[in-house]
């Protein structure tokens, strides 16, 4: 995730199961998929993993294989993103040669899932090609039924399961969002905010820690909005510090961080020290025309607390460049933002018109070569940032997670106490840590070798 990209943060699928039982099918003998396979595609954020993850399940538990190539599957599960056109691009590519392999007899049906299975457009797509299934984000469960279990009313909040038995699990706290952002479809396709009760979020984590869970991120759009029955979302973070070895969260908004929670983060030693909150302009004007509820100068002061809480920590944002409207004096101010800020990583979008957002319908469209200059400028600033910043933990020995074992190459990635992605010299297993030392760094990862004890 310590990248600067323009698409969407994605992360390793999570399998449901164990790793002693992957590629096994699940359910009883009797189970009504059992000898067929089934394929499911991610496309976008953390939020789709998670709910991809559930679905991973119900084929499981009805007893299909999972398989990693479309053409070895008899059904095949799109779970997609809407946050982009050109995510929708890319969708229609596949469910187009899934098309040519359907008219080929090698896969048998289609699902289309997710917030473009939530959007108007998906109407006209399940048309065009033809699918068997599309479902929204709220009514997941209707995949159960589809594939031959009885009927399951799910209902997408409060009691769900998270990611089960892995070295590194997600866990839901919220879903939905009661802001409305100019240019963001998600309250469209997601719906407003549902707060899922602390108790059962504690519960859940308490389970997969027993079951051997390491590293627990909490989900949602906006997670330091959670609320419940009086408690905010400090009180549940310091609730799972408690019990979960290690916790991190994703995605925050500005208006609800408050410093409390950044300096928890800091003092709390189970929580990583890294806080991803999305600034999306340094323009007061555009902050207000995009609906953000805060100004630049809140931004930044929230961030001297964090940085003040956790000096080794790690910060990220994600940037919109080109909204309509965008000056160039607006982008300046984003530029110098970005200065200010010293973030060591980002997400940087080119604005992408989504019908039935206000800011489709704006005027002052950017011209693309402005947008892509722009987006050039802030990039080159991003990596600047985090090049120097990367290059100051040259020679500290960090005490590293193991995400991912080595590959052929020898090295695994794993991320430091302060969110930084590694690639290490290292045979560690998934979900151990190990002392390295950090050798080299570029703007994205830094490059490290176990230590000898
Ligand atoms: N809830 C988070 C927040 O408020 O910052 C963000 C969630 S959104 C799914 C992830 C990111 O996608 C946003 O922060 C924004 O930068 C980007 N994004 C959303 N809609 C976009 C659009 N229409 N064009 C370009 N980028 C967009
Ligand atoms: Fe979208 Fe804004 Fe909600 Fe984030 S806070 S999900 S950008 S509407």
């Given at each position: 995730?310590?990248?600067?990209?323009?698409?969407?943060?994605?992360?390793?699928?999570?399998?449901?199961?164990?790793?002693?039982?992957?590629?096994?099918?699940?359910?009883?003998?009797?189970?009504?998929?059992?000898?067929?396979?089934?394929?499911?595609?991610?496309?976008?954020?953390?939020?789709?993993?998670?709910?991809?993850?559930?679905?991973?399940?119900?084929?499981?538990?009805?007893?299909?294989?999972?398989?990693?190539?479309?053409?070895?599957?008899?059904?095949?599960?799109?779970?997609?993103?809407?946050?982009?056109?050109n995510a929708v691009d890319r969708v229609r590519g596949h469910l187009g040669e899934l098309n040519r392999l359907r008219s080929e007899g090698r896969v048998k049906k289609v699902a289309l899932t997710g917030c473009i299975g939530a959007a108007e457009e998906s109407q006209s797509l399940q048309k065009t090609y033809n699918i068997d299934l599309v479902l929204g984000t709220h009514n997941t469960y209707e995949?159960?039924?589809?594939?031959?279990?009885?009927?399951?009313?799910?209902?997408?909040?409060?009691?769900?399961?998270?990611?089960?038995?892995?070295?590194?699990?997600?866990?839901?706290?919220?879903?939905?969002?009661?802001?409305?952002?100019?240019?963001?479809?998600?309250?469209?396709?997601?719906?407003?905010?549902?707060?899922?009760?602390?108790?059962?979020?504690?519960?859940?984590?308490?389970?997969?820690?027993?079951?051997?869970?390491?590293?627990?991120?909490?989900?949602?759009?906006?997670?330091?909005?959670?609320?419940?029955?009086?408690?905010?979302?400090?009180?549940?973070?310091?609730?799972?510090?408690?019990?979960?070895?290690?916790?991190?969260?994703?995605?925050?908004?500005?208006?609800?961080?408050?410093?409390?929670?950044?300096?928890?983060?800091?003092?709390?030693?189970?929580?990583?020290?890294?806080?991803?909150?999305?600034?999306?302009?340094?323009?007061?004007?555009?902050?207000?025309?995009?609906?953000?509820?805060?100004?630049?100068?809140?931004?930044?002061?929230?961030?001297?607390?964090?940085?003040?809480?956790?000096?080794?920590?790690?910060?990220?944002?994600?940037?919109?460049?080109?909204?309509?409207?965008?000056?160039?004096?607006?982008?300046?101010?984003?530029?110098?933002?970005?200065?200010?800020?010293?973030?060591?990583?980002?997400?940087?979008?080119?604005?992408?018109?989504?019908?039935?957002?206000?800011?489709?319908?704006?005027?002052?469209?950017?011209?693309?070569?402005?947008?892509?200059?722009?987006?050039?400028?802030?990039?080159?600033?991003?990596?600047?940032?985090?090049?120097?910043?990367?290059?100051?933990?040259?020679?500290?020995?960090?005490?590293?997670?193991?995400?991912?074992?080595?590959?052929?190459?020898?090295?695994?990635?794993?991320?430091?106490?302060?969110?930084?992605?590694?690639?290490?010299?290292?045979?560690?297993?998934?979900?151990?840590?190990?002392?390295?030392?950090?050798?080299?760094?570029?703007?994205?990862?830094?490059?490290?070798?176990?230590?000898?004890?």
């Amino acid at each position: 995730m310590n990248s600067t990209t323009n698409e969407a943060p994605t992360a390793p699928i999570q399998l449901s199961r164990k790793p002693s039982e992957r590629g096994s099918t699940g359910g009883s003998p009797d189970a009504p998929g059992r000898g067929k396979t089934a394929c499911i595609r991610t496309f976008g954020c953390q939020m789709n993993v998670h709910d991809s993850d559930r679905m991973r399940r119900m084929i499981q538990d009805a007893g299909y294989a999972e398989v990693q190539h479309y053409e070895d599957a008899d059904l095949v599960i799109l779970n997609t993103c809407y946050v982009r056109e050109n995510a929708v691009d890319r969708v229609r590519g596949h469910l187009g040669e899934l098309n040519r392999l359907r008219s080929e007899g090698r896969v048998k049906k289609v699902a289309l899932t997710g917030c473009i299975g939530a959007a108007e457009e998906s109407q006209s797509l399940q048309k065009t090609y033809n699918i068997d299934l599309v479902l929204g984000t709220h009514n997941t469960y209707e995949l159960a039924e589809f594939v031959g279990l009885p009927t399951m009313r799910e209902t997408y909040t409060p009691e769900l399961p998270g990611t089960e038995g892995e070295h590194s699990a997600f866990v839901t706290i919220m879903t939905g969002c009661n802001y409305q952002c100019s240019y963001c479809i998600v309250p469209t396709v997601r719906g407003r905010m549902i707060c899922r009760p602390m108790g059962s979020v504690v519960e859940e984590i308490e389970n997969l820690v027993a079951g051997g869970t390491r590293y627990v991120t909490l989900l949602g759009q906006t997670v330091d909005a959670w609320r419940y029955e009086g408690k905010r979302f400090c009180d549940l973070l310091e609730a799972v510090s408690e019990v979960a070895p290690r916790v991190w969260f994703t995605t925050s908004h500005p208006s609800n961080m408050e410093d409390r929670t950044l300096r928890a983060i800091g003092e709390r030693d189970t929580i990583v020290k890294r806080l991803h909150l999305p600034v999306q302009s340094g323009s007061d004007r555009m902050l207000k025309v995009m609906h953000r509820g805060y100004k630049a100068e809140r931004y930044r002061r929230k961030i001297s607390v964090f940085r003040e809480a956790a000096p080794e920590g790690s910060l990220s944002t994600d940037i919109i460049v080109g909204h309509p409207g965008e000056t160039e004096v607006d982008h300046q101010q984003t530029l110098r933002l970005v200065e200010d800020c010293e973030f060591d990583s980002a997400y940087i979008f080119k604005f992408s018109p989504r019908r039935g957002t206000e800011a489709a319908d704006l005027p002052g469209v950017v011209p693309e070569a402005i947008v892509q200059r722009r987006f050039l400028e802030v990039l080159r600033g991003i990596e600047q940032n985090a090049f120097r910043r990367n290059q100051r933990k040259v020679g500290n020995t960090e005490e590293i997670f193991i995400r991912h074992g080595a590959t052929e190459d020898g090295k695994a990635i794993g991320e430091t106490w302060s969110g930084h992605a590694v690639h290490v010299d290292t045979g560690a297993a998934p979900g151990t840590y190990v002392k390295s030392t950090i050798e080299s760094a570029g703007p994205h990862v830094l490059y490290a070798r176990e230590r000898a004890s």
